[in-house]
């Protein structure tokens, strides 16, 4: 009876659903009425089967994968690949010119902005819930360039990877080599646990991967008392070492000494059609909400419902027969699993939530100082040593301006328990206004006193180079910026449709304050030297 309840959750909180809104252009799928009886009479098959006798049979272990069934799924597909950055925002501020600033300095694709100058009242149908067009702004976007009639300057294909992060408190310190190597390996470790846990009678069901990476936190946020059922029980371990707070790992009521296990959704990494998939049944979520005059706020509750239906899932078909090629569980899998994992160790985009001290600017040369902070965090034997490999052997943006520099002797945020020095940093930290680190640490990563220099090399025209070569299972790999980065350098944003190559916007027009008084290039640059040129 559990079984049956846990699953009839996920297939009624997956299936019964009002997919009318959500077809695709140029979909063949059955109108609402005939589809929502279809999937009622499948879900009633289902909760049927939980109860059946096509259990695993006890003590049968594992069975063995062959050759082909253990190769990486997610590195099939054409060898050259684009690489988009889009942040949701309506407005501008010195604080998204920072999220900006970072990445054009490092040399990711100038970012696109989804949502300008909208209204969030007007998806959410109240004064609230301003962060759920994260959701639907998106969609907009990922719809708008896989259309067929989308520019080609702007046209994404299934396999361009697409990454979305939040608009005002995620700075970049590594460039996009580090996050496209570390993306696939993510992948790749992903994709072989899950291999190494299917104990089915027949083969894994291929669409049963990970290809989209999103951030983890250390809290199940938000809570059932906010009207959101994330099934924290029912979501994977941690992969991490099981004391690597202490003997009190996992059980602090504050959080600050458990593994990050739980979605959060400041960033989003993943190929644009998996992407369009995850993104079209969360928005499905939002417009039950909106329909329903339910005012619910947090776009991150509506992902990690969809993260634990998918989680929920896949443990029954590892627990049952699924017959793999019957249409009924096909159609099932298309609408719970979305190739969604987690960033456990948090090498991408470190979220500071909950590690407001876990983490510092350091000169990894420097080990006096790195044992000086272990100390005080009382981490004994110091375990944050030495560079990591990837960091070490890439290519360091800041040779565009400065000769031979090194990494070791520039200012990384790493984390000293993890040992982990991200990609990204996400300021979403609150405690003991943690969140003031916006302003108060702007001038703590390495690329701040070059920043403006950065700015201007990467922003004048140049033909397009690749951004990274990842070498998997024996091919290669290349990632590029979009073609509308070769004659326009600044970011752009998504207006009605990208028939058309997207507008730039002027860094005037996406950073100035609110207040008319206080210029942007003031707090963001620091220099004196007045407004980029």
Avoid at 300 to 305: P, T
Wanted: charged content about 25%; aromatic content about 8%; glycine content about 6%.
């Amino acid at each position: 009876m559990a079984r049956q309840s846990w699953l009839t959750s996920a297939v009624s909180r997956g299936l019964l659903h009002r997919y009318r809104p959500l077809n695709e252009p140029g979909s063949s799928r059955k109108p609402f009425s005939t589809f929502r009886i279809a999937v009622i009479v499948l879900s009633l098959f289902l909760v049927a089967l939980a109860g059946h006798s096509f259990t695993r049979g006890k003590g049968q272990g594992p069975r063995p994968l062959s050759a082909t069934e253990g190769q990486d799924q997610e590195d099939a597909g054409p060898s050259d690949r684009r690489l988009v950055v889009i942040i949701p925002v309506d407005k501008p501020s010195p604080k998204l010119c920072k999220v900006i600033a970072s990445a054009v300095a490092l040399g990711y694709p100038s970012p696109i902005l989804v949502n300008w100058g909208i209204d969030f009242r007007d998806v959410t149908k109240w004064d609230g819930g301003s962060h759920l067009t994260k959701i639907s702004g998106g969609m907009r976007y990922l719809d708008a360039v896989m259309r067929d009639d989308a520019h080609a300057d702007e046209k994404l294909g299934d396999d361009d990877l697409v990454l979305m992060i939040d608009a005002h408190d995620v700075w970049f310190q590594l460039p996009p080599e580090v996050m496209l190597q570390r993306y696939h390996e993510i992948n790749a470790e992903a994709n072989a646990k899950l291999r190494k846990r299917w104990r089915g009678r027949g083969p894994m069901p291929r669409s049963m991967k990970q290809t989209i990476v999103a951030s983890s936190q250390k809290k199940c946020w938000p809570l059932p008392s906010d009207g959101y059922d994330l099934r924290c029980d029912k979501l994977p371990e941690s992969p991490l070492k099981a004391d690597l707070y202490g003997p009190k790992t996992d059980m602090d009521p504050e959080f600050r000494q458990n593994r990050a296990r739980y979605l959060n959704s400041g960033s989003f990494l993943g190929p644009a059609g998996d992407m369009r998939h995850l993104f079209r049944r969360v928005l499905g979520k939002l417009n039950d909400v909106v329909g329903d005059r339910s005012h619910k706020w947090s776009d991150q509750g509506m992902f990690a419902e969809v993260f634990a239906d998918q989680e929920i899932w896949r443990q029954w078909q590892r627990d049952h027969d699924t017959g793999v090629g019957d249409e009924a569980m096909d159609l099932v899998q298309h609408h719970l699993e979305f190739h969604l994992g987690l960033d456990y160790r948090q090498q991408l985009v470190v979220p500071t939530v909950f590690s407001e001290i876990d983490g510092e600017f350091l000169h990894l040369s420097n080990q006096t100082a790195i044992d000086e902070h272990s100390a005080r965090l009382n981490i004994s034997p110091v375990r944050l040593t030495h560079l990591p490999e990837d960091v070490a052997t890439a290519r360091n943006p800041l040779a565009d301006v400065v000769k031979a520099p090194a990494w070791k002797d520039m200012p990384l945020y790493a984390d000293l328990f993890t040992e982990v020095v991200p990609v990204a940093m996400h300021h979403n930290a609150h405690v003991n206004d943690s969140k003031a680190r916006i302003t108060t640490w702007w001038d703590r990563p390495w690329y701040f006193p070059y920043l403006r220099q950065l700015l201007e090399f990467h922003l004048r025209l140049a033909e397009l180079a690749p951004l990274a070569s990842i070498h998997r299972q024996g091919a290669n790999i290349t990632y590029w910026a979009p073609m509308s980065n070769k004659d326009r350098k600044k970011p752009k944003i998504l207006k009605d449709s990208a028939a058309e190559p997207l507008e730039e916007i002027e860094l005037d027009a996406a950073c100035r304050s609110a207040d008319e008084n206080e210029h942007w290039w003031d707090e963001v640059f620091r220099d004196g030297k007045g407004p980029l040129q």
